[in-house]
T-cell receptor, first 114, second 111 residues
Framework: DAGVIQSPRHEVTEMGQEVTLRCKPI?????LFWYRQTMMRGLELLIY????????DSGMPEDRFSAKMPNASFSTLKIQPSEPRDSAVYFC????????????FGPGTRLTVT | QQPVQSPQAVILREGEDAVINCSSS?????VHWYRQKHGEAPVFLMI?????EQKGHDKISASFNEKKQQSSLYLTASQLSYSGTYFC????????????FGGGTRLMVKP
């Protein structure tokens, strides 16, 4: 299995631009998580999907952030408009089932907003 | 509420032991441990469920004290490959694996 796939791996954009991060979970996994990692705030859960349905988005920082999962094999995290404080590494992780299963993390997208 | 990890950093010589602690202010349902190497994604180590279960993985084991709302990760006879940042992730009810991660413990093993 290829594991969780994220694209792009690196993104540099200017403040005010729209940014879209993409994730392909492991086939057969039905839980998907988006995380943000910074030195200051650590690893934060942004949103969690189960069977393509958003279950908890309480970690989404503000309305500029949105996430979708149109099907079981694809999810996007969009930031519009982007700000310098959004600079971070964004991880997508998938898990085979709800309950106590390990999460498989993708390689992450390093976002820099100038 | 983010769990508190201690220590924040530790330096070991190869072959030495270490303990990393994770404490929560809320009742715990499960604790997950991950290791992240620099520039890489976190990688799963183990899950502990409430009930005081202890698990092991090679020379890495962990315990879960439900009453104290704590978990500890034990690294025995550390190897160079153990270097990295260790995170605990806590789940406070059976909420579908939604985790809150601690701030991490940076472990460096020297030859």
């Amino acid at each position: 299995d290829a594991g969780v796939i994220q694209s792009p791996r690196h993104e540099v954009t200017e403040m005010g631009q729209e940014v879209t991060l993409r994730c392909k979970p492991i086939s057969g996994h039905n839980s998907l998580f988006w995380y943000r990692q910074t030195m200051m705030r650590g690893l934060e859960l942004l949103i969690y999907f189960n069977n393509n349905v958003p279950i908890d988005d309480s970690g989404m920082p503000e309305d500029r952030f949105s996430a979708k999962m149109p099907n079981a094999s694809f999810s996007t995290l969009k930031i519009q408009p982007s700000e310098p404080r959004d600079s971070a590494v964004y991880f997508c992780a998938s898990s085979p089932w709800t309950g106590n299963y390990e999460q498989y993390f993708g390689p992450g997208t390093r976002l820099t907003v100038t | 509420q983010q769990p508190v990890q201690s220590p924040q950093a530790v330096i070991l010589r190869e072959g030495e032991d270490a303990v990393i602690n994770c404490s929560s202010s809320k009742a715990l349902y499960s604790v997950h441990w991950y290791r992240q190497k620099h520039g890489e994604a976190p990688v799963f180590l183990m899950i502990l469920l409430k009930g005081g279960e202890q698990k092991g993985h090679d020379k890495i084991s962990a315990s879960f004290n439900e009453k104290k709302q704590q978990s500890s990760l034990y690294l025995t006879a550390s190897q160079l490959s153990y270097s990295g940042t260790y995170f605990c992730g806590t789940e406070h009810n059976n909420a579908g694996n939604m985790l809150t991660f601690g701030g991490g413990t940076r472990l460096m093993v020297k030859p």
